[in-house]
């Protein structure tokens, strides 16, 4: 036994070599921005509170591979002389696009899935987010950082209260706003896991007096691209397009980015090799 011990040291000793060399390329990094507002539109993204129903924007990204999200950021409105610690809660979801997650039944089906309360449902979140894609700092799964980027910051349009089923889904938004530009800078205490797809990404900020109106950013290259949508408590679980159904502009993209790691198979898979190599040869040695 000592002896098979000891001549299997080489071996072990070359296969902890690679893990030591391989570690770093364990996972690479990941990074997606859609870059700075455009001034274009802010929308409202806030969660319930009190007498205030929810109401929820998101936009589109896409994953190539699959990617842990570590953190994130966001860039909105938040109101003139209102300090950053009026910002009391922060909370992001993570949405399949459709037919995900989604009632089928609930729509007249291909090629518009139409509702009683929206147009269509085609390229839309889902009707409910992914699973246990829920973060939210007063449960303590992300923490925060807001940051003033702008004392002043102007924007051409806005929809805030303005989110009606059909037919009166067209109001052309509720006007022009200044306000102060904030970044929110989340860090996730429980990263997210998700595969290569498309999906929507969903953050909300809860301010002790005011509103906080995600700001608009133009559209990142690839084709693969959608437009923001938005709902509130009483148009879920269907979802409007901010520019092609409220306000005939646009359409519209998001402020926001997203930063985590993307897994290297291959690393795993020389890994896997050197530990099966190892265990073949004590087999080895013990059938001699």
Excluded at 88 to 112: A, C, K, W
Excluded at 233 to 259: C, E, K, M, V, Y
Aim: hydrophobic share 40%.
């Amino acid at each position: 036994m000592r002896r098979s011990i000891a001549r299997s040291l080489p071996l072990i000793a070359t296969v902890a070599m690679l893990v030591g060399f391989a570690h770093p390329a364990l996972a690479a990094p990941f990074f997606f921005t859609t870059g700075n507002p455009d001034g274009l539109i802010g929308t409202l993204s806030r969660p319930a509170s009190g007498a205030t129903i929810q109401t929820e924007t998101a936009d589109d990204f896409i994953l190539s591979q699959p990617t842990r999200i570590t953190s994130a950021t966001f860039t909105g409105l938040i109101p003139i002389g209102a300090p950053l610690s009026s910002i009391t809660q922060v909370e992001i979801e993570f949405y399949h696009v459709f037919p995900g997650d989604s009632d089928l039944g609930r729509t007249s089906g291909p090629p518009t899935f139409s509702t009683s309360q929206v147009p269509t449902r085609v390229n839309s979140p889902g009707d409910v987010e992914i699973g246990a894609a829920t973060r939210d700092s007063a449960a303590g799964s992300l923490n925060f950082i807001a940051s003033l980027i702008n004392p002043t910051f102007n924007v051409a349009n806005t929809v805030v209260n303005g989110i009606h089923p059909m037919p009166v889904q067209f109001t052309g938004g509720e006007g022009p706003t200044t306000g102060q530009e904030a970044l929110l800078s989340v860090t996730f205490t429980l990263p997210d896991d998700l595969p290569a797809h498309l999906y929507f990404f969903r953050p909300e900020a809860l301010l002790s007096s005011g509103n906080f109106l995600w700001l608009s950013a133009p559209k990142p290259p690839g084709a693969a691209d959608l437009q923001s949508w938005i709902r509130n408590d009483d148009l879920a679980p269907d979802w409007l397009r901010i520019g092609t159904d409220i306000t005939h502009q646009g359409p519209f993209n998001a402020a926001f980015s997203l930063t985590g790691t993307v897994p290297a198979p291959s690393t795993l898979l020389l890994l896997g090799a050197g530990f099966v190599g190892i265990g073949a040869y004590a087999y080895r040695r013990r059938g001699r």
